[in-house]
């Protein structure tokens, strides 16, 4: 059994897609394809289902795959026991990130991970839409949001310390609010689909309803819509911190703390082997940002 058909069927389970696996592993489409098909012919059975759109693993497929992963793993154990050490990382990564979070703080930290990861080379999606990692043949998905799909795991990067903030301009116009209740006197601009927060006082939390008079789909946006003094908002600090530091934002209501448990995690294909460009890239922005002192990692 060839082990590079057996690298190419783990790789498939996890992207769906025999082209986007097989340029992992630096293999023509025809290639790819091709073996595959050695590797069903080798095992007389069909592992995997073809459609125009993607492929889906077959019942045979699905139980054969933890043994394929368990064959992959216990090679590179026997490299790193003879001396040969991990698996270099290489071949292309697809990686998923919301706008804001991947223009500022992946894209100036890319140059970094690609100087420690020559063989390696990164293919960059950012949206604020939830891409479907799967059906999008991504690699990693990097989002703000708790972990709700059993077929992802998930690896905290940092935490997502959230503030209400406000341009002084706005608050020398309307006034600063001392309580949360007095945030109904206040116009917001919020996040599409984020009207309520919750915050936490010494009675207990407290839900406030707010009134946008802006809404948009982009964190980069509500900041700087607040910045000109449009209305208040609930920024993220690794989005705000810089306006917060030259004192064009203001924190407001730090007394009441925004209840919030959203960090933000890399999501990735469940699978016990994990492709090394993967762990590479997870390894190295947890590291960078863990150490960071600029926006309050946590």
């Given at each position: 059994?060839?082990?590079?058909?057996?690298?190419?069927?783990?790789?498939?389970?996890?992207?769906?897609?025999?082209?986007?696996?097989?340029?992992?592993?630096?293999?023509?489409?025809?290639?790819?394809?091709?073996?595959?098909?050695?590797?069903?012919?080798?095992?007389?059975?069909?592992?995997?289902?073809?459609?125009?759109?993607?492929?889906?693993?077959?019942?045979?497929?699905?139980?054969?795959?933890?043994?394929?992963?368990?064959?992959?793993?216990?090679?590179?154990?026997?490299?790193?026991?003879?001396?040969?050490?991990?698996?270099?990382?290489?071949?292309?990564?697809?990686?998923?990130?919301?706008?804001?979070?991947?223009?500022?703080?992946?894209?100036?930290?890319?140059?970094?991970?690609?100087?420690?990861?020559?063989?390696?080379?990164?293919?960059?999606?950012?949206?604020?839409?939830?891409?479907?990692?799967?059906?999008?043949?991504?690699?990693?998905?990097?989002?703000?949001?708790?972990?709700?799909?059993?077929?992802?795991?998930?690896?905290?990067?940092?935490?997502?310390?959230?503030?209400?903030?406000?341009?002084?301009?706005?608050?020398?116009?309307?006034?600063?609010?001392?309580?949360?209740?007095?945030?109904?006197?206040?116009?917001?601009?919020?996040?599409?689909?984020?009207?309520?927060?919750?915050?936490?006082?010494?009675?207990?939390?407290?839900?406030?309803?707010?009134?946008?008079?802006?809404?948009?789909?982009?964190?980069?946006?509500?900041?700087?819509?607040?910045?000109?003094?449009?209305?208040?908002?609930?920024?993220?600090?690794?989005?705000?911190?810089?306006?917060?530091?030259?004192?064009?934002?203001?924190?407001?209501?730090?007394?009441?703390?925004?209840?919030?448990?959203?960090?933000?995690?890399?999501?990735?294909?469940?699978?016990?082997?994990?492709?090394?460009?993967?762990?590479a890239f997870i390894d190295y922005f947890a590291n960078l940002f863990s150490s960071s002192q600029n926006w309050n990692c946590s």
């Amino acid at each position: 059994m060839n082990i590079e058909h057996l690298r190419l069927f783990v790789r498939i389970a996890s992207t769906f897609n025999i082209s986007s696996a097989g340029n992992e592993l630096g293999l023509s489409p025809a290639v790819a394809s091709s073996h595959m098909n050695k590797l069903e012919e080798a095992l007389g059975v069909r592992l995997i289902n073809r459609t125009t759109r993607k492929v889906s693993l077959t019942n045979e497929g699905e139980t054969f795959l933890p043994h394929a992963e368990e064959i992959l793993a216990s090679i590179e154990t026997a490299r790193s026991a003879v001396g040969s050490g991990s698996i270099t990382p290489h071949g292309t990564l697809r990686v998923t990130a919301p706008a804001s979070f991947g223009r500022m703080h992946i894209i100036p930290n890319l140059k970094g991970f690609l100087d420690n990861n020559p063989m390696i080379k990164v293919e960059l999606r950012f949206s604020d839409n939830v891409i479907d990692i799967i059906e999008g043949g991504f690699d990693i998905a990097i989002r703000d949001a708790a972990l709700n799909d059993s077929s992802l795991k998930a690896r905290k990067l940092c935490g997502d310390d959230r503030k209400l903030v406000a341009a002084p301009s706005y608050l020398k116009k309307c006034g600063e609010p001392r309580t949360p209740e007095d945030l109904y006197r206040h116009t917001f601009i919020n996040l599409m689909g984020m009207n309520t927060w919750v915050f936490r006082t010494p009675n207990g939390h407290i839900n406030i309803k707010t009134n946008s008079v802006v809404k948009v789909d982009n964190g980069e946006a509500v900041r700087d819509a607040c910045v000109a003094g449009l209305g208040i908002a609930v920024s993220s600090t690794w989005c705000s911190y810089e306006k917060l530091r030259t004192g064009e934002l203001v924190e407001i209501l730090s007394d009441y703390p925004i209840e919030s448990t959203t960090a933000i995690w890399a999501l990735y294909p469940s699978s016990r082997f994990l492709a090394p460009k993967v762990r590479a890239f997870i390894d190295y922005f947890a590291n960078l940002f863990s150490s960071s002192q600029n926006w309050n990692c946590s």
